[in-house]
Every structure is written in C-alpha cells, then in structure tokens.
C-alpha cells in the first residue's frame, strides 16, 4: 500500500539530517513532522508525506516510514544518476563503477556498485585488458588451462626480456605496457569487457587461431635496442669440471646490484677468484676503466682517456686464453709497462674504489636452493661457511658411498681404513687423499683425514687440503702416540735432582705433562710439512711409528736437558724483568715480559720443535741482553721497538698468534720464529741473528 502511495507522492519524501533534526526534501526543502503526528518521537531516516504545512516552520503530516529505494522504480526519467571511481575488480572480473541515484535532489540510493560495462563499454574493455590481461589482476584458476596458455608464453617472453635488461643494466629495451594494451586491442573485439565475455569468445577463437594473444619479442622490443645475443652476459659459467649458474640485477644502491655466481655449499671450499675477478664479457670493458681510473695519478695521466685504453688493453687478451690463469690486474700491469714503460704493479690498482657492480658476488645456497649467504669476499664467506660446508660435503660423501666414510674410535692403522671410502688409492689400509662425487654439472670434492680425538683418531671430511694436512697431522700424531709405549715411567725414574727441581718450576701441570709434550716433539721432528710427507697407508704409518720408537727414550732425555737450559735461563730473565720499578722503563720492560710469556709457556716444547727448541736460549738471552742495557740505550730500544711491532702487527693481520698455535700454516710457522731473529738483531746483535732479516723480509715470507 506504501508503495502504491509513494508513486503518487514522489516529491513528498524526505531524509533525516541529523546534525540539523530535520528532514532534506524535494528541491532542497527541509521539514519536520509535525508534533501531532504518531512518527513525531520516532524519528524514522526516511519518511512520506500526505501533505507539507508551512506555518512557523514547514511541517509534514499524515507521514508514513518508507525506503528510499521504493521511489526509484516510481520515478523513471524523473530519477538522476551519477557515477563515479571507475576501477578493476579482480574477484568480479570485470569492471565496477559507484552509482548514486537522487529524486528531485533527494539521495534516495547514495552509493551502489555497477558494471561499468554498462555505462560505459569502452572504458570497461580499456580496464579490463590492462588490469587481467597486461597485469594479471585476474582469477585465472578457474578457467581451462588452454585458455590461459598464452598467459605464461607471454610472461616467459617477458621475463627474458627483463633479465636481459637485468644483465645489460639497461631500462631501454622492454617496451613500456601502453604498447601491450595497443596490443591486445587491436585484437579483442569491442564486446569483450569482462572475464565471462572473454572467455565465450576466447574459447571459439583459440580453435582457428591460437596464436593471436601471444607476444613475441619484437612486439615487445624495438628491433634496434635488442642486444645480440652474443655471449656477453651468460647464463651459465664454466670454469674447469664445475659449472654454475649466472645471475643479474640493476639496481644501483642494493646489496646484490651487478652479478652473482650461485654457489652450492658443498661446492664452495673448491673454489678461488682465479677467473671469477674478469666478470663477464660484457661487463669488462666497464669494468678494466673503472680499474684505471683507481691507479694512482702519476701512473694514471699515462692511460687517458681510461675508455679508449681499456679497449686497447682488453684487445691485447691473448684468443681463448684460460683467465683462471691470467688474473686481471697482473695482466693489466704486464701491459701498461709493456704499452707505456710505466712502472706499475698489481697492487697499484685499488680494488676497494671499484663500483660494487664491478665486483663478483657469490650466493651460497644449500640443497634445496635456500640462500645461506651473499657477499662479493670469496675467502671470508668460506671461513663463514666453514664448519657448515663440512657437514655438507660429509653428507654428500655418504649418500655417494656404498659403505660409511667417516667413523670414530680408531686406536691402530690397520686394513679396516680407508676401506669403503672409495677414491683414489682407498685400498684397505689406506686412506685416499680425495673423493670425488659428481652431482649435476659439478665435482664435490672432499679430503678424507685422520683427526685427533684425545683418546683415539676418527677418519672425518675435510673441505681443504690445507684443513686436510692440519688435521690428518694432528691425528696421525694423535695415533703414534697411543701405538708407541709410554717411557714415562723410565724417564721419570731416573731424572736428576737438578731436572726434576727444573721440571717442576715449568709452566706445565706436571712432569707428565712435559714428556708428553716432548714425545709430541719427536713425532714432529719425524713429520715434514706438506700432504706427501705424511703417512697414508699402513707401512708408511709403522714406518713412522718405529723410526719414533727408535732410541726414544736417549731422545726424551736430550730434550729433556735442553728444555732445563731454557728454563733456567727463562728465570733468569723473569728476575732481572722484576728488579726494575722505573716507570721510564715500564713499557719496553711489559715488551719483554711479553716476549718472554710467549716463548715459555705451557706446551711450549711441542710448539717450538725440536730443531729450534735450543734457539730459545738464545732468544732469551737476548731478553736478558736487552734488560741489562735498557737505561743507557731507552730511545733506541723505543726506535726498536716500533720496528718489532710493526712485524708483529704484519704478523697477527696474516693469522699469527704469540704464543704461536699448535699448527699453525708452515709460513706462519717460519714467521714466528723471524721476529725473534729479528728482536735479536736490534736489541742483542752481540748474539747474532740466524740470516738477513728485516720487517719487509717478514713481510714478504707471510705473503708466500
């Protein structure tokens, strides 16, 4: 009945205003209800009117509650519409607009979504091919997979496209989207404005011409500004047995900007920067002018223009040479003296002033292609990574053997080692120097080595052979020593009072401690440095095991006896250190006091070696020597003294410790003991140094 009235009463409808208490009315009028009226006290948001009073104020009365919506069928053309915020709707499918709906001015429907479709078909066909179709704001998990097909075709091409753009560090090259709208313009039809209407055609389409959606590179490219695909960024990076893949992004400013090898963790120990500092061809012209422009000035005025003689020095590159063994700043410099007969060095150039583009990074992943780490420093994310690598080229070692590799409570070399571990030379009784698993287009490699354990060896992976000859010494040591009788007991019984008075001063925890750090010394005396002196086979371990054994005890005494000798003169020096309360004197004397804590200190036998362990008199002499003269010669000794110290800084900075570490690199080892030799030719030249020794001598032995 409501509705029957309202048809009649179009212009006598109202809205509650409830900031002014009144009611908004046709043609902006604005009335109450009038007192009378039962709806008075309501207040009811939309209301009809049989009439509308003006007395004091406009009234309306004989009122009844309505819904605006009621009048829009009612009012035909007399109902105005306005539309607004056109947009995309991705669960809809299609494109929506706001309608509002008003009577005589009165907002009868505010706000309602409709198909823009049928207001305006050309802008909803526009909307829906730049939202679905160009940028994939579309549910397409519903639909045939054959109707999606050119989707993917087409995202693959683009995604080429854009990592050529990645790997040439250009913005140029992929068209911008208006070029794909045109695209798809030209050949959808006009009706099509929406998901349903796309796929009804689309389905009938797809039969005669399958191809009419998909891109190709030139509709996305202009032909002039596609690079030729000549090699110069590729995907894929061959550097001996091992192949790894290539990435790209351009993004100046970001961790990963410039190119990144994807390394795979059990892979990461096998690799140096031999070839990796040469880029990819397409990046090394950049790259060799960056390099010049870092070279100091007085070098540099004789590569100007850096371009030009980056050209002409790149086209110097010997055809097919192997640039794993040509690094790029030794060649560099080999050719501009060769060019110029300017004198520079490798070192010349400032690696740290290079763009971080021009810089190679590498992402170690694990297994299952998770990022474990990025950097562009090879060697600090290999000691990063190190004790993870291990585990990871174990495990790759075990699932490729037939039998377990790695195993522990070892107590004698018998033909139960090396057997099952497969490799070269993995007889039984003998433990092969290396294991190769192939996986994919790479060659895992792992370094079979005894490690010491204290009271047995166990057969563990190393990821180095550097970690391997450290550690299968360490236990080949570990190993001698339990298979050789103790002569503990025998030495200890027939010590003088004088040794044993001497012995139990020692920084060691006890007598036994001694021997046994000795009969450590003599194992080493028998070992030489390098992988080949070690034993790795049955014979070789007893060979070693007995020419330990032989005359062992006459040799423990010898060292015994010298080990008193250093002791002694160790006292001595302490003593003489403590007599002096000069604060004039306080440094050099804290140098010394350091000096002597690490010569003699616990484990310092095994440490220093047999072949050296008499030199420490000497050097302790020379302690001795310098204390003695220190008040007359207080400025030389501080000239002195910065010399040593810049040695030891040299030395710490390559790895050293004071005292030194149980095994420590062979050219550490060698090291250490040249700034004792050192110490002696400035602060005790009376005793003499062993050979010509200088910081730059120390330098140059640390470097090699």
């Known amino acids: 009945i409501h509705k029957a009235i309202l048809s009649g009463l179009l212009s006598h409808i109202g809205l509650k205003d409830t900031a002014k208490r009144d009611y908004l009315g046709a043609r902006q009028r604005r009335f109450v209800l009038y007192p009378g009226s039962g709806l008075a006290k309501k207040q009811p948001d939309a209301v009809m009117a049989a009439e509308l009073v003006e007395t004091s104020r406009l009234f309306a009365r004989t009122v009844a509650v309505i819904d605006p919506a009621w009048a829009e069928p009612l009012a035909g053309d007399l109902a105005k519409r306005q539309y607004s915020e056109p947009r995309w709707e991705k669960r809809q499918g299609a494109a929506v607009l706001d309608e509002k709906v008003t009577l005589f001015g009165v907002p009868i429907i505010p706000r309602r979504r409709a198909q823009l479709s049928r207001i305006d078909p050309a802008l909803a066909r526009e909307l829906f091919i730049r939202h679905a179709l160009v940028e994939g704001e579309w549910d397409t998990s519903r639909l045939d997979k054959r109707l999606t097909a050119f989707l993917r075709d087409n995202a693959r091409v683009r995604r080429e496209l854009e990592q050529l753009e990645e790997r040439s560090r250009r913005r140029d090259i992929l068209l911008d989207d208006e070029k794909i709208v045109e695209f798809f313009e030209q050949r959808i039809p006009a009706d099509v404005t929406d998901v349903r209407r796309f796929e009804r055609w689309w389905r009938d389409a797809l039969r005669e011409h399958p191809e009419t ?80 422009k870092t070279l100091p000035k007085a070098i540099r005025r004789n590569v100007v223009p850096a371009a030009d003689w980056a050209a002409r020095l790149l086209a110097a590159v010997p055809p097919g040479a192997d640039l794993r063994e040509l690094s790029i700043t030794e060649f560099l410099a080999t050719e501009i003296r060769r060019q110029t007969f300017t004198p520079v060095d490798p070192d010349d150039f400032d690696l740290d002033r290079l763009p971080p583009h021009l810089r190679m990074g590498y992402a170690v992943v694990d297994e299952r292609g998770s990022k474990l780490a990025r950097g562009t420093d090879l060697t600090a994310l290999q000691q990063k990574l190190r004790e993870r690598t291990r585990d990871s080229v174990a495990k790759v070692a075990s699932a490729a053997a037939k039998s377990p590799i790695e195993r522990g409570g070892i107590t004698v070399w018998d033909d139960t080692i090396g057997t099952g571990s497969g490799g070269d030379g993995g007889a039984g009784g003998t433990l092969p120097r290396q294991l190769d698993m192939r996986r994919g287009e790479t060659t895992i490699r792992a370094y079979p080595a005894l490690v010491d354990e204290g009271g047995s060896v166990a057969i563990r992976l190393q ?186 800084e040299l030395y710490t900075a390559a790895g050293g410790t004071l005292p030194v570490a149980a095994d420590p690199e062979p050219r550490i080892r060698e090291a250490r003991w040249m700034l004792e030799e050192l110490r002696l030719s400035l602060f005790a030249q009376p005793l003499g140094a062993q050979g010509p020794i200088s910081v730059q001598r120390i330098r140059k032995q640390l470097a090699s």
């Open 213 to 292: 959606l998909t891109l190709t590179r030139d509709d996305l490219v202009e032909a002039e500004q596609l690079p030729a695909d000549d090699g110069s960024y590729p995907t894929r990076l061959t550097l001996g047995d091992q192949t790894l893949s290539v990435g790209y992004r351009f993004e100046p400013g970001a961790a990963d900007d410039g190119v990144t090898v994807t390394v795979p963790l059990p892979l990461l120990p096998r690799l140096d920067t031999a070839g990796f500092d040469w880029l990819v061809p397409g990046l090394r012209l950049e790259l060799v002018t960056a390099l010049l």
């Open 463 to 648: 990821t180095s052979v550097a970690d391997q000859v450290a550690a299968h010494r360490a236990g080949v040591r570990r190993l001698v020593q339990l298979g050789v009788p103790s002569p503990l007991a025998y030495i200890q019984e027939h010590l003088t009072s004088a040794e044993k008075l001497s012995l139990g001063a020692s920084p060691y925890r006890s007598t036994a401690a001694l021997i046994d750090d000795s009969l450590r010394a003599v194992i080493d005396a028998e070992l030489s440095d390098g992988p080949d002196a070690l034993p790795w086979s049955r014979e070789q371990f007893e060979s070693l095991r007995d020419r330990v054994n032989a005359g062992l005890p006459d040799r423990l005494f010898g060292i015994v006896a010298t080990t008193a000798a250093v002791l002694a003169a160790a006292r001595e020096v302490d003593v003489l250190i403590g007599r002096s309360s000069s604060l004039q004197l306080m440094a050099p004397l804290a140098d010394a006091r350091e000096q002597l804590n690490a010569l003699v200190h616990d484990g310092f036998i095994g440490r220093t070696g047999l072949a050296r362990l008499p030199r420490l008199v000497v050097y302790l002499r020379g302690i001795s020597h310098r204390v003695e003269r220190l008040a007359d010669n207080l400025g030389r000794d501080r000239a002195w003294m910065l010399e040593v110290q810049q040695a030891v």
